[in-house]
């Protein structure tokens, strides 16, 4: 748990996706957030060795057995299909654009494939 709530408050008003790297769902969501400017923090639970209990502690947490796992400023969203739903319905037009790298990086989150076992930026 405290790797998500770590992560959430690491990343503020921005978004969070918790995503497995080979997922297609979890692909489309980044795409779909970068196509309109936005850069995620991106935890790839399958890059992380505590991977598997992030994954329980999101089912605790909202329900949802699948990735990827959509935050919002902290607050839970949904999936994959809730992020287009969401683009569509200007529920994002009040994130941080490019900004959001500046926000992770300074937060300490890494690159994607970084072996420190932290959450990672997710910029493909």
């Known amino acids: 748990m405290?790797?998500?709530?770590g992560t959430l408050a690491a990343a503020g008003p921005?978004?969070?996706?918790?995503?497995k790297s080979?997922?297609?769902y979890c692909r489309r969501a980044?795409?779909?957030l970068m196509a309109i400017g936005i850069v995620p923090v991106v935890v790839e639970l399958d890059l992380r060795l505590d991977g598997r209990s992030v994954q329980v502690g999101l089912l605790q947490l909202t329900g949802q057995r699948t990735v990827p796992s959509a935050w919002k400023g902290g607050k839970h969203l949904g999936g994959s299909d809730d992020v287009v739903e969401g683009i569509a319905a200007g529920l994002f037009d009040d994130v941080p654009r490019e900004e959001a790298r500046e926000v992770a990086e300074a937060a300490g989150l890494k690159k994607c494939g970084a072996d420190d076992g932290i959450a990672c930026l997710c910029f493909s």
């Open 2 to 5: 405290n790797a998500i709530q």
């Open 30 to 32: 980044k795409q779909a």
């Open 14 to 19: 921005g978004v969070v996706l918790f995503s």
């Open 22 to 24: 080979y997922c297609p």
